[in-house]
């Protein structure tokens, strides 16, 4: 398993880092259509967790970005060594019709 994992509060099992692109050093990204859900607007929360807190420097956290279809990365939260898991509010980026927000891939990163 990863430094990170992730759960979909009521909506999927946990999800590893190894479940997850990594797309830099430091970046993962996971396609939520594909790895969980295409009814992606149906995953209201998200718990992010360290599977190993210790192996995390005190002085860095772990954040969480939600975009859908390439737009902006919006910043939902953290979790660090001392605060090793948290519960977030995914809060889909919206803005279009339901219609064209259907057809847009959410991603976490």
């Known amino acids: 398993m990863g430094l ?3 759960v979909f509060v009521g909506k999927s099992f946990p999800v590893d880092a190894s479940q997850v692109a990594q797309i830099s050093q430091t970046n ?9 859900t295409p009814a992606y ?3 209201k929360e998200i718990c992010l967790f360290l599977t190993s807190p210790a192996s995390l420097d005190q002085s860095c956290a772990l954040g969480l970005y939600v975009s859908c279809g390439g737009g902006d ?17 995914t809060a889909w980026p919206t803005g279009e ?4 927000e259907r057809k847009k ?3 976490i990163h």
């Open 28 to 36: 993962w990204v996971l396609d939520v259509t594909q790895s969980v």
């Open 4 to 6: 990170f994992g992730l």
């Open 105 to 107: 891939t959410p991603f």
């Open 41 to 43: 607007t149906d995953l």
């Open 73 to 89: 990365w919006q910043y939902r939260g953290c979790v660090t060594a001392s605060r090793p898991s948290d519960v977030f509010p």
């Open 97 to 100: 019709s339901r219609e064209e």
